[in-house]
Nanobody
């Protein structure tokens, strides 16, 4: 089992920045990628960004150039630096970890961007 704990959400004005963290614990060795999805009320959960165990990253077009994912292997933690935030980035952000047999999810952290 893998447990994911997110932190760092909040309220920010458009153009501002936030940094999300996601700390993993448990059977870390089974994880081959981590990342973030987001879901706004009434919408489906959309993939945002991922980072593999080797450090390869991928971003959704909507966040390229504004968001940066990174990892600290010693702390089993990934980070999402979000810059130039827009009101349309307002969502609940969910950390996920892709395991060999299943995916794991965090509880979600709210990001609200005011215009």
């Amino acid at each position: 089992q893998v447990r994911l704990v997110e932190s760092g959400g909040g309220l920010v004005q458009a153009g501002g920045s936030l940094r999300l963290s996601c700390a993993a614990s448990g059977t870390i060795v089974s994880i081959n990628a981590m990342g973030w999805y987001r879901q706004a009320p009434g919408n489906q959960r959309d993939w945002v960004v991922s980072i593999t165990s080797s450090g390869s990253t991928n971003y959704a077009d909507s966040v390229k150039g504004r968001f940066t994912i990174s990892r600290d292997n010693a702390k089993n933690t990934i980070y999402l630096q979000m810059n130039s935030l827009k009101p349309e980035d307002t969502s609940t952000y969910y950390c996920y970890a892709r395991g060999r047999l299943q995916n794991y999810w965090g509880q979600g952290t709210q990001v609200t961007v005011s215009s």
